[in-house]
């Protein structure tokens, strides 16, 4: 395991005012995204839209690194360029989503566990020799009355471990998603010890499979109510509850914690981020690896028409501006009326 080099690869990724954008989408998922502006679920649309957002002009202000789904990895652009050489020319890091996706456990069909470890060093080393620095695997733990089973969580926690290891000894530095879904009428509360449990559970794997802490990145979820609860809170109480969460679980030593916005709408995940860091943060940075809460307007602003590339740019560059000032707790709503 080169050590030196992961953690000159988190530590870049985790840089002062810039995150990741999460077009990682599987190809399903990009189908439910094409799907909102009706559009079929075509290659070259995905192709067209990722496209849009990785040559938007300075995108590398705010942007340290881009995770791919393994097509886009492997598609040219319009130029003929590859997607990765695209990032890398403007110092972008790509990276590389490499689960197989969150499945029903067996004997237990309203949880998941995510798949993929067989075979996973040999296509680390393949994304490695294409361009990939990083990677990801995302767990996912269901709140519900009964829920989580300590063998989903148990489960969960020993796949991101084996997961990350693998990454490490193949150069890759691995994003380490454990994401506590906002699917529910559950309580702040309730999502506060259940993250807390999931993050402990995942440190204890991380550690008996001996992962290179500084060589690594937390993507977790904050500690929010449920998207159906009857009480949702406000952005500070989020902000304070998931910086104890996270003080009370997180080592030091990991550099970069990166948040998923899972389902917040593009200002709420930036308020969020942003009261965090105002607060002051923690022994790590704390930033985004941000999907929907990056890539919505700008979807909405593309709409499938390769004509409004500039707009949808101009939308995205606007989203991933706002977090970058997020990053040091400079954001103010009124902000979001410069685009
Ligand atoms: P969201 O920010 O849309 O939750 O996506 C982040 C991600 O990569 C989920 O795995």
């Known amino acids: 395991m080169d ?17 990741i954008l999460a077009a990682d989408e599987s190809t399903p998922t990009m189908g439910k995204r094409l799907l909102q502006v009706g559009m079929p679920n075509e290659e070259r649309l995905r192709r067209e839209f990722r496209e849009t957002l ?8 705010f942007i340290s690194g881009v995770i791919l789904f393994d097509e886009t990895l492997r598609q040219s652009a319009s130029d003929g ?39 996973l060093a040999e296509r680390c080393a393949e994304y490695y020799a294409l361009g990939a620095r ?17 063998a989903c969580v148990q489960a969960n926690a020993d796949a991101l471990a084996d997961y990350a290891r693998i990454s490490q000894d193949a150069g890759l530095v691995p994003i380490v998603e454990p994401e506590v879904m906002m699917d529910g009428n559950h309580s702040i509360g309730r999502c506060y010890k259940v993250t807390e449990w999931t993050l402990n559970t995942v440190y204890a794997a991380l550690a008996d499979r001996g992962v290179h802490l500084p060589g690594t990145l937390l993507k977790p979820n904050m500690v929010i109510s449920a998207n159906d609860a009857d009480d949702r809170v406000g952005v500070e109480e989020v902000a304070r509850k998931t910086l104890r969460c996270l003080k009370a679980t997180v080592p030091a030593e990991v550099p970069g914690v990166m948040f998923l916005s899972g389902g917040q709408s593009e200002q709420e995940a930036t308020a969020h981020l942003n009261a965090m860091n105002a607060i002051g943060g923690g022994p790590w940075e704390l930033s985004f690896s941000y999907g929907r809460a990056l890539q919505q307007s700008a979807l909405y ?9 500039t707009v949808a740019q101009a939308a995205f560059l606007h989203r991933a501006r706002l977090n970058g000032a997020a990053r040091y707790g400079r954001y103010a709503t009124e902000m979001e009326a410069e685009a």
């Open 301 to 309: 602003a593309w709409g499938g028409d390769s004509a409004n590339c």
């Open 3 to 19: 050590r030196v080099a992961l953690e000159a690869t988190a530590h870049a990724l985790a840089a002062p005012g810039k995150g």
């Open 54 to 61: 990785f040559t938007a002009p300075g995108m590398e202000e």
């Open 134 to 150: 990083f990677d990801k695997w995302r767990a996912v733990i269901t709140i519900g009355d009964t829920l989580p089973s300590a």
């Open 81 to 119: 360029r590859g997607m990765a050489e695209i990032l890398q020319s403007t110092g972008v890091i790509p990276g590389i989503k490499v689960d197989g996706g969150a499945h029903p456990m067996d004997g237990a069909p309203d949880e998941k566990l995510t798949a993929g470890l067989d075979g």
